[in-house]
């Protein structure tokens, strides 16, 4: 018995797409049918993924973003319901991470991450329910209306470890901010769930892995090894999905259980 879930006729907006866990969750929902928005400040880095999704069939459309300015993301969120259609799926990934022991925080450092991964996720999220909730409000009985919203957090809001202790508290307030949004928008139609992934191999962080530093800390995980951005394509798209709508205010831990 096989099983599938087709997103066609859907609209994503995909935050931080440019590299990372966006770009690879942009290609997942496109492989998966929906027409996707890729959003970020490195536009010439989202037309290669634009051909790379088109190249395989897929739908795949652009706009710039930076979340640290509501007005780009007013601006990037109209524009994409424009040139698109209206928005059924927001993967909110958008973000930013440091290493710093606390005493060294300094108030740039500390006001980078906070205005990155929760000012800006918490004004994604609800500029694109704004638009979510108008429609639920005025639509015909038995119209589709409903959303998903998927903030990207971390094992880091779930688990403090040290030297990233402002980022964790960043991405724990991702967690909170998560079920306070399926709280109330979760009776519009608008399921909102977090996933925290684990140590995740990227373009970004790739070197790290080879390194003496970040051999010992692939040692201290559960079952020493890395993950891959794949390895999060099954849960973005089922939570992307109509057939989750049971689900809304989930925080699962995407980290071979390193968080346990």
Same mark, same amino acid.
């Given at each position: 018995?096989?099983?599938?879930?087709?997103?066609?006729?859907?609209?994503?907006?995909?935050?931080?797409?440019?590299?990372?866990?966006?770009? $690879?969750?942009?290609? #997942?929902?496109?492989?998966?049918?929906?027409?996707?928005?890729?959003?970020?400040?490195?536009?010439?880095?989202?037309?290669?993924?634009?051909?790379?999704?088109?190249?395989?069939?897929?739908?795949?459309?652009?706009?710039?973003?930076?979340? #640290?300015?509501?007005?780009?993301?007013?601006?990037?969120?109209?524009?994409?319901? #424009?040139?698109?259609?209206?928005?059924?799926?927001?993967?909110?990934?958008?973000?930013?991470?440091?290493?710093?022991?606390?005493?060294?925080?300094?108030?740039?450092?500390?006001?980078?991450?906070?205005?990155?991964?929760?000012?800006?996720?918490?004004?994604?999220? $609800?500029?694109?329910?704004?638009?979510?909730?108008?429609?639920?409000?005025?639509?015909?009985?038995?119209?589709?209306?409903?959303?998903?919203?998927?903030?990207?957090?971390?094992?880091?809001?779930?688990?403090?470890?040290?030297?990233?202790?402002?980022?964790?508290?960043?991405?724990?307030?991702?967690?909170?901010?998560?079920?306070?949004?399926?709280?109330?928008?979760?009776?519009?139609?608008?399921?909102?769930?977090?996933?925290?992934?684990?140590?995740?191999?990227?373009?970004?962080?790739?070197?790290?892995?080879?390194?003496?530093?970040?051999?010992?800390?692939?040692?201290?995980?559960?079952?020493?090894?890395?993950?891959?951005?794949?390895?999060?394509?099954?849960?973005?798209?089922?939570?992307?999905?109509?057939?989750?709508?049971?689900?809304?205010?989930?925080?699962?831990?995407?980290?071979?259980?390193?968080?346990?």
């Amino acid at each position: 018995m096989s099983y599938s879930i087709d997103l066609s006729g859907r609209v994503a907006l995909v935050t931080g797409a440019s590299s990372g866990l966006g770009a $690879q969750a942009a290609r #997942t929902l496109a492989r998966a049918g929906a027409a996707v928005v890729l959003a970020a400040r490195r536009t010439e880095k989202l037309k290669d993924l634009r051909a790379q999704i088109e190249s395989e069939g897929g739908d795949a459309h652009i706009t710039a973003m930076d979340v #640290t300015d509501v007005a780009s993301i007013r601006a990037a969120v109209a524009r994409a319901e #424009t040139e698109v259609g209206s928005l059924d799926i927001l993967v909110n990934n958008a973000g930013v991470a440091a290493t710093q022991r606390l005493q060294d925080v300094a108030e740039d450092d500390f006001d980078r991450l906070f205005d990155t991964n929760v000012r800006g996720a918490f004004f994604t999220a $609800q500029e694109v329910a704004k638009r979510m909730l108008a429609r639920a409000k005025g639509a015909a009985p038995g119209t589709y209306t409903g959303g998903r919203i998927i903030n990207i957090a971390s094992m880091a809001g779930l688990k403090v470890l040290p030297q990233i202790g402002v980022y964790a508290m960043s991405k724990a307030t991702v967690v909170h901010m998560t079920r306070a949004m399926a709280l109330e928008w979760g009776r519009f139609g608008i399921n909102v769930n977090a996933i925290c992934p684990g140590y995740i191999d990227t373009e970004i962080n790739h070197h790290h892995w080879s390194t003496e530093q970040g051999q010992k800390l692939v040692q201290m995980m559960p079952r020493k090894r890395v993950g891959r951005p794949e390895d999060l394509d099954a849960l973005i798209v089922m939570l992307a999905s109509n057939e989750t709508h049971f689900v809304n205010g989930a925080v699962i831990a995407a980290d071979d259980g390193f968080a346990l």
